[in-house]
């Protein structure tokens, strides 16, 4: 009889483990990014630099909602960055990769989509990234590093205009980040 309520204690454990949002299971191909397609809020993901974001829905990849991004304009590098902090378990050495659909009107825009490094105090450490022209339309960015720096304990994913300042407005979905293998 132990033994019948032992294990119906662990099922319930496991049933509570599955019900719970914050459920801290892993695997290396899960998503590790929380509200990567804005679907109910933005909640954790900021604008930096001068960049604006706010949830909308004229360009969508996938569901009802997207994130427009817009920058003003006035220096290179404006733009967002997602929230770090459920990404705790990361460490130099490890390989991450990062994705997003991202819409452009008219194409022409210069963005990067950035890994950065952070410590457990969420200070940024290290960023590094790959640079695309957009085209009109919904295109897919992805962008694999190996992470580097010692400190390193999160990571997070950044969307910025590059070398030169740019005005521009366009639309972000299905953003993700995976530790590889
Ligand atoms: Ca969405």
Redesign the pocket.
């Known amino acids: 009889m132990r033994i019948v309520l032992l294990m119906f204690g662990i099922a319930a454990l496991a049933l509570l483990a599955a019900g719970c949002k914050h459920s801290s299971s892993k695997s290396s191909t899960t998503n590790l990014l929380t509200n990567g397609?804005?679907?109910t809020d933005q909640k954790g993901w900021s604008g930096i630099n001068g960049g604006v974001v706010a949830r909308d829905a004229t360009h969508?990849?996938?569901?009802?909602?997207?994130q427009k991004l817009t920058t003003p304009g006035s220096e290179p590098n404006e733009g967002n960055y997602s929230p770090p902090t459920p990404v705790a378990s990361a460490a130099s050495g490890q390989r991450w990769t990062a994705q997003i659909e991202i819409y452009s009107v008219a194409g022409g825009e210069k963005v990067a989509l950035y890994i950065q490094e952070l410590n457990a105090a969420e200070n940024f450490l290290t960023t590094s990234g790959t640079t695309v022209n957009l085209v009109a339309g919904w295109q897919t960015i992805k962008y694999t590093r190996t992470l580097t720096n010692a400190s390193t304990s999160r990571v997070s994913l950044a969307v910025r205009t590059f070398e030169t300042a740019q005005a521009v407005a366009v639309w972000i979905?299905?953003a993700k980040l995976n530790q590889r293998p």
């Open positions: 397609g804005f679907e969508v990849s996938a569901g009802s909602w997207a979905d299905e």
